[in-house]
């Protein structure tokens, strides 16, 4: 099986018993090992949709330890699109043998386009999607993060059933498909919090744009100082999860959330007896590209 459902499982996190509360993780991160979590979820109606229209090529966008980049790579290499990854920051062209994302990805097959962090700002204008178009022949177009409204539609099933019995649905938010997919399919009376993963309140509005209700709300708290930013009191809380619970977290997205959590539940937020669970929406291959990072800072690494 390409991609094992039965694995996403909700296991239990130990927690002290003074903290009067329960808390699960839905184990995404298990449905695929590099096509996992909410990337497999928004994929999978844009890869439907691109297959339907007859389009060969898929063509995104993403940084130099894309979790996207190297979910594209690898589900275009399974189901035969040739995949092009256009990639900010043109200097990193002389780098992909030393990436472990980007040497992963073209492994799978992507080709890459490299082009300076200025110009990578224009990547949603016409003209320069036109471009591309020129250099590249016809594409199916994935937005950065992979976040539209077929994107949308593959996260809202994520929650089961079964997951009514929990009173808060907790994810971290990168470009807010995840999260708004959570919204539109989670049941009345339960809390959808947020954890952004970086600095910035234009999350709101995407997704107010896509998300329908209104029960839910980001805590803006554990970004850490933005986007990739970590500090050694996370690698420890990541590490020491990681021994107690026998989950992995990856430190740009779902150990940010967790540690979250557990800081808000020492400080009360959650009422006694509440029912919490939180989405591990994978993003493991981007903790050997953090390691190597650590390592020239003579920082402790992810085990």
């Known amino acids: 099986m390409i991609f094992d459902f039965e694995n996403s499982i909700n296991e239990p996190v130990q927690l002290p018993d003074k ?38 090529t898929l063509l995104t966008f993403g940084g130099a330890y894309s979790n996207h ?26 780098s992909i043998n030393t990436n472990p994302t980007l040497r992963f990805a073209q492994d799978n097959g992507m080709q890459f386009k490299f082009i300076p962090r200025d110009l990578y700002r224009d990547k949603t204008n016409n003209s320069f999607i036109e471009s591309l178009k020129t250099e590249f022949g016809a594409f199916y177009l994935i937005p950065e993060g992979g976040t539209n409204t077929l994107a949308i539609q593959g996260c809202e099933e994520i929650l089961k059933e079964s997951d ?13 498909g995840t999260i708004s997919g959570l919204i539109n399919c989670s049941k009345p009376g339960q809390q959808v919090l947020g954890f952004p993963a970086l600095k910035g309140e234009f999350l709101q509005q995407v997704i107010s744009k896509f998300a329908s209700e209104d029960h839910w709300k980001l805590i803006h708290d554990y970004h850490f100082g933005g986007y990739a930013k ?26 940010k959330m967790m540690f979250g959590i557990f800081n808000l539940i020492e400080k009360n937020y959650f009422p006694k007896g509440s029912k919490i669970l939180a989405i591990h929406t994978g993003g493991l291959q981007g903790i050997s590209g953090m390691n190597a990072i650590l390592k020239k800072k003579n920082l402790p690494i992810i085990i």
């Open 19 to 56: 903290w009067g509360v329960e808390l699960f993780i839905k184990r995404e991160d298990n449905i695929h090992a590099f096509v996992s979590g909410n990337k497999y979820r928004k994929l999978k109606y844009n890869l439907l949709e691109a297959d339907k229209a007859g389009f060969k």
């Open 69 to 94: 980049i190297a979910a594209v790579a690898s589900a275009g290499n399974i189901l035969g699109f040739k995949t092009i990854g256009v990639i900010r920051g043109d200097e990193l062209r002389n």
């Open 164 to 176: 009514k019995e929990f009173d808060y649905i907790c994810c971290a938010v990168g470009t807010g």
């Open 230 to 255: 970590i500090n050694t009191e996370l690698i420890s809380f990541i590490n020491e999860f990681k021994k107690k619970n026998n989950i992995p977290l990856d430190p740009v997205y779902t150990g």
